[in-house]
């Protein structure tokens, strides 16, 4: 980890997916993007030139992308498919579903403008439910990225393994969290903060939304452990349980519904191996809406003050 | 069809999608500008509909299937009395009642929640084929994009419409050549829209999706046959009715420069003058 400075990254998580397709996709022939008219929304337009057989734009057709990507892999190609979260899950599920987990076939999906970060585009388009979702499907590895280092290593990783990978992430600048030469591996937490009261274990932007929690908890003298859970499955049931057995409490913090998400993944290992009083941070019954991200973040209860409060609570029972 | 009153409906719709978007100072202006004429033919003549009563049983529905349009909508929701005009600059703030996409628990007129492309046609077909059983006399009029055409879900819902000889279902394709990253052509190549009605069991017709009286003149031939739903191709463009945005390229969603922004105000300011000499005159 960085610093504990809170800086947004110049470089947009967008230009970090555009700019890793195209090295994958001149390194190797097999690998294919597939887009879905939101080409411009991630920024692939700009690299259309230089892979224009390896980079293709299947129109407003999610369910067909995610039908063709699943064929496409049956013949050795590697399908990179992106559209925005919602439409890359709730919209596909069946097809990504069938042919891709089921049929054991081999697509790496990018769900893009995670949950408020959809801002503008409002209730249509902002997911609280990708997470769940593809945590159901059987195998499939599911991550969120909540850097750019993380993102692009995580897109190069998968090129190399087979099966459903889903990486759900926002479209802009994300805060700075690592060094270039971190690696991520699956199913493995990170550790950004040690502590001894309690542990808040967060993904996406809400990673440093714990950061920044736990400094105003550690002038209150309360010592936050701070756990950066990008690959949500499969999950870090080692590193849960030790700091469950070490804080004795445990916050979960994602830009997401609380069921199905991280805070259920986490909550089914503590339930299993070692129950501690918890609490979910996150978008509890309701849908999405128009707004900025400050202003989503306060309605839906996702900001540091609300993981200082959580704990608070839990540390008083 | 007075044509005067539905010309001038027309020029105020597009001044307050203007102003709206203006605003706001980014959106989904090609979009909204391309089907204006459509708005103005529907809610300034064809519709039966009550402003004070947006839920009246007898209304006519409208879906905005492509449902990025919303600013257009609401704009000839608000010149038709729905709500107060002023309305239309809380759009997308934090907490509207206007967001992006209409959202029918929100804005009074908006009869189905869309943006989802693909959706709001098959709900369109659900409420035709509901006032159909019912015997009922209220007609849909639905919007669908030529770039939302891509989604499978559309003809899924023209395959139904036709077997159930939806005779009270006006579709519109509004074809603007354009969807959001170019051209539909080298997107996803539409081919002949008209011709894929046709096969698909549609009464069809295209037209000059300009020509406030072409369009009107479509929707009543439609209406002297009862055995096909109805599907009217819209030949517009994307940004339609303002020189510079229609010639400008990239026109799906735009947060406008310097220069945008001079040619989007001078445009507000010809339809503002208009509009005035008509009233004077
Ligand atoms: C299911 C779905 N996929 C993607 C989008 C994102 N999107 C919004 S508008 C648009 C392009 C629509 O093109 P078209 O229907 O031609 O609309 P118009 O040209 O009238 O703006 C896209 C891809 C969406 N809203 N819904
Ligand atoms: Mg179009």
């Known amino acids: 980890m960085i610093s504990t ?9 967008r230009q970090v997916y555009a700019e890793t397709i195209l090295e994958l996709a001149k390194a190797n022939p097999e690998v294919i993007a597939l887009e879905a008219d939101l080409m411009s929304a991630i920024t692939t337009n700009k690299i259309k030139a230089e892979i224009p057989n390896q980079l293709i734009n299947s129109g407003i057709m999610e369910a067909n992308m995610m039908g063709v990507a699943a064929g496409l892999s049956l013949t050795g190609k590697i399908p990179y498919v992106h559209t925005f979260g919602q439409f890359a899950t709730r919209r596909t599920f069946d097809q990504l579903f069938v042919s891709g987990g089921y049929a054991k076939t081999n697509i790496k999906i990018l769900g893009s403008d995670a949950g408020i970060t959809a801002e503008h585009n409002g209730g249509t388009h902002m997911t609280f439910e990708d997470i769940g979702l593809m945590r159901l499907v059987p195998q499939a590895h599911v991550y969120e990225a909540s850097d750019s280092t993380m993102l692009g290593y995580l897109l190069r990783r998968i090129e190399k393994e087979h099966g459903i990978h889903y990486i759900r992430t926002i479209r802009k600048n994300a805060v700075k969290l690592y060094e270039e030469n971190e690696t991520f591996e699956d199913g493995k937490g990170k550790l950004l903060r040690d502590g001894c009261d309690v542990t808040i274990i967060a993904t996406g932007i809400m990673v440093a939304e714990a950061l920044q929690a736990a400094d105003i908890l550690e002038r209150q003298g309360i010592h936050a452990a701070v756990i950066d859970m990008y690959s949500i499955k499969p999950i870090d049931a080692e590193l849960i349980t030790e700091y469950a057995q070490k804080t004795k409490a445990i916050v979960t913090a994602e830009n997401h519904n609380v069921i199905g998400g991280l805070g259920s993944a986490v909550s089914e290992v503590l339930a299993e191996n070692h129950p501690v009083p918890m609490y979910r941070i996150g978008v509890r019954e309701q849908f999405g809406q128009v707004g900025k991200v400050d202003y989503l973040k306060t309605y839906y209860k996702l900001t540091n003050t609300d993981i200082v409060e959580a704990v608070q609570r839990l540390i008083e029972k | 069809m007075d044509l005067e009153k539905v010309e001038r409906f027309r020029d105020e719709i597009r001044l307050k999608t203007l102003q ?26 064809v519709m039966q509909v009550n402003p004070t009563d947006p839920m009246w049983e007898d209304r006519d529905y409208f879906i905005l299937s492509k449902g990025h349009g919303g600013p257009g909508l609401y704009a000839a929701l608000a010149v038709k009395g729905y709500f107060p005009e002023e309305m239309l600059y809380t759009l997308n703030q934090n907490g509207t009642k206007l967001p992006s996409h209409p959202d029918k628990n929100l804005t009074p007129g908006v009869d189905m929640t869309t943006g989802s492309l693909g959706q709001g046609i098959s709900a369109a077909v659900g409420v035709a084929l509901s006032h159909k059983l019912s015997e009922r006399k209220n007609k849909t009029f639905c919007i669908v994009g030529d770039g939302e055409l891509n989604e499978g879900q559309c003809w899924e819902a023209f395959q139904f419409a036709a077997h159930h000889k939806l005779h009270n279902l006006f579709v519109f394709v509004d074809d603007n050549k354009k969807q959001l990253d170019g051209l539909t052509k080298d997107i996803i190549d539409p081919i002949d829209f008209a011709a894929k009605m046709d096969a698909f069991g549609f009464y069809t017709c295209k037209v000059d999706g300009s020509d406030v009286g072409d369009i009107h003149q479509a929707i009543l031939q439609g209406m002297n046959q009862k055995e096909k739903p109805v599907a009217i191709i819209l030949d517009t463009i994307k940004g339609q009715g303002v020189r510079y945005l229609e010639e400008l390229a990239d026109n799906h969603h735009i947060r406008p420069n310097e220069s945008d922004t001079a040619a989007i105000e001078q445009a507000i300011h010809e339809l503002e003058t208009k509009l005035k000499q008509e009233v004077g005159g």
């Open chain 1, 5 to 13: 400075v809170y800086e947004k990254e110049k470089r947009e998580m």
């Open chain 2, 20 to 45: 709206e978007l203006h605003h706001l100072g980014f959106g989904h202006y090609g979009g909204s500008l391309s089907i204006i004429e459509t708005l103005a033919v529907l809610y300034g003549d």
